[in-house]
């Protein structure tokens, strides 16, 4: 049974940090490229951050880059989000999710989401 379980969201006020987990299970952890995913209410969801499986390169967001940091555990089956100078706008539910593009198709699993709150 594959789980994403995030954890790590709360309530921050702006110029803050946080660290968000998503620990992972049922399927092998190490071969999936690793996402972090937002949705702020009345938003599209979009991407935020990505560590991929084989060499661990990051790409982020234009709006977060040079705040937010990715980074994944392989031997604790774990990503990892490192969020700092928290804006309002980071205000989101953040998700987890893991993607794998075997021959004959693509595998997305997704977490239940932690919820962010950027406010003074």
């Known amino acids: 049974q594959v789980q994403l379980v995030e954890s790590g969201g709360g309530l921050v006020q702006p110029g803050g940090s946080l660290r968000l987990s998503c620990a992972a299970s049922?399927?092998?952890?190490?071969?999936?490229?690793m996402s972090w995913y937002r949705q702020a209410p009345g938003k599209e969801r979009e991407l935020v951050a990505t560590?991929?499986?084989?060499?661990?390169?990051?790409k982020f967001a234009d709006s977060v880059k040079g705040r937010f940091t990715i980074s994944r555990d392989n031997a604790k089956n774990t990503v990892y989000l490192q969020m700092n100078s928290l804006k309002p706008e980071d205000t989101a539910v953040y998700y987890c999710?893991?993607?794998?593009?075997?021959?004959?198709?693509?595998?997305?699993?997704w977490g239940q989401g932690t919820q962010v709150t950027v406010s003074s």
């Open positions: 049922g399927f092998i952890f190490s071969k999936y490229a």
């Open positions: 560590v991929t499986s084989t060499s661990g390169s990051t």
């Open positions: 999710n893991a993607h794998f593009k075997a021959l004959l198709r693509e595998y997305d699993y």
